[in-house]
């Protein structure tokens, strides 16, 4: 990954903000962390508390040269849920990038989509990154179609433990020459 020069705190796409964690949300964050509608059947529940935010905030592991946690907004400023992406240790040049929309109603609106979308776009002609990773449970057929339809390839299936819970799923994977192939990366107005 090419080292940046600047931290981009906003990606503003069709319908949807994605910016940088205030400590106005953490809360709402913690909220997030401990309700089962807002994780869902497919991620584990991760139980912060506001402390262990608040620390993390101001110690920059939400927001540094390797990770990054965004909220995602409507433009309406109503809150969605997140999309992280971070750089595994060793792989100079791969993120692993995950999202949740945490309200139920929300779901299958196409804005998971859209802030991955917009997100890969800034980290292949931004960033320059050469890889993306994403996992998903393999019950999750939703996430998997959207991953289809942004590029990625499947690469395996396997046995993870998410948060001390053993899942199975799948690893996929959007190389740069993928993404230059997949024409939904051209038109940003569909």
């Known amino acids: 990954m090419r080292a940046m020069s600047y931290f981009i705190e906003k990606l503003y796409t069709n319908r949807l903000m994605l910016r940088k964690v205030r400590q106005s949300d953490l809360d709402l964050l913690v909220q997030w962390s401990r ?20 620390q993390k905030l101001e110690s920059g592991v939400f927001w540094n040269q390797e990770e990054k946690i965004f909220l995602i907004e409507r433009r309406d400023e109503i809150p969605l849920g997140t999309i992280h992406y971070w750089q595994p240790p060793g792989k100079t040049d791969t993120v692993t ?19 991955q979308k917009f997100l890969l776009i800034y980290l292949f002609d931004n960033i320059g990154v050469q890889q993306v990773e ?35 799923g799948n690893l996929y994977r959007l190389d740069a020459s993928l993404y230059n192939e997949t024409s939904i990366y051209r038109y940003h107005y569909e």
Not at 99 to 109: F, L, Q, S
Request: aromatic residues 10%.
């Open 35 to 54: 309700s089962r509608d807002s994780y869902g059947d497919f991620l584990s529940p991760e139980c912060f508390e506001l402390h262990q935010l608040q």
């Open 97 to 115: 990038v995950s999202v949740k929309i945490a309200d139920p109603g929300e779901r299958n609106k196409g804005y998971g989509t859209e802030a």
């Open 134 to 168: 994403m996992y998903t449970d393999i019950d999750n057929i939703s996430q998997q179609r959207c991953l289809r339809k942004l590029g990625f390839r499947l690469v395996e299936s396997l046995i993870y433990d998410d948060l001390h819970i053993k899942r199975t």
